[in-house]
């Protein structure tokens, strides 16, 4: 993650942030940092930034949040997404950041397969580090 943060009108109108609301469909400026989706986020304390603090990442233009475990932690269970009150999918935008991720080459954990894993298991974990 970015050690400074400044603030501009530039990092609003980021090309990475245009990509990702092209991407996922969602707005993240309708979130109004309520936390329901952190706090209904079953995968929340393995995460080092949460669900909110990662749309807030975004609200101000921080590209460094592509380089966060988050989103690959992140197990697509749309607990967050039913939550919200703004309508904000935010389990689209973590979907989102890691294909913007994967297209940069950034891959902030290893996935290690085990051949015991369930066959379902399998096919998510890899279906994440497809672009
Ligand atoms: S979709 Fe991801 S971020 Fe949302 S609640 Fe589930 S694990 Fe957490
Ligand atoms: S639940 Fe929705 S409005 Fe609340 S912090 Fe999460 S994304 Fe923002």
């Given at each position: 993650m970015a050690a400074e943060l400044r603030l501009s009108r530039e990092n609003l109108n980021a090309p990475f942030l245009q990509k990702l609301g092209e991407i996922s469909?969602?707005?993240?400026?309708?979130?109004?940092?309520?936390g329901k989706c952190s706090a209904g986020c079953l995968f929340a304390e393995h995460m080092d930034v949460l669900p909110n603090q990662v749309i807030r990442l975004l609200q101000l233009g921080d590209?460094?949040?592509?380089?966060?475990?988050a989103p690959w932690v992140c197990?697509?269970?749309l607990a967050c997404s039913v939550r919200c009150p703004k309508g904000v999918d935010v389990a689209r935008i973590m979907e989102a950041l890691r294909q913007l991720a994967l297209r940069r080459g950034i891959m902030p954990v290893q996935l290690k397969l085990d051949r015991e894993f369930p066959q379902i298991a399998l096919v998510g974990a890899l279906r994440k580090v497809t672009p």
């Open positions: 469909g969602q707005n993240v400026f309708a979130c109004y940092q309520c590209e460094g949040v592509l380089a966060a475990r197990a697509a269970c």
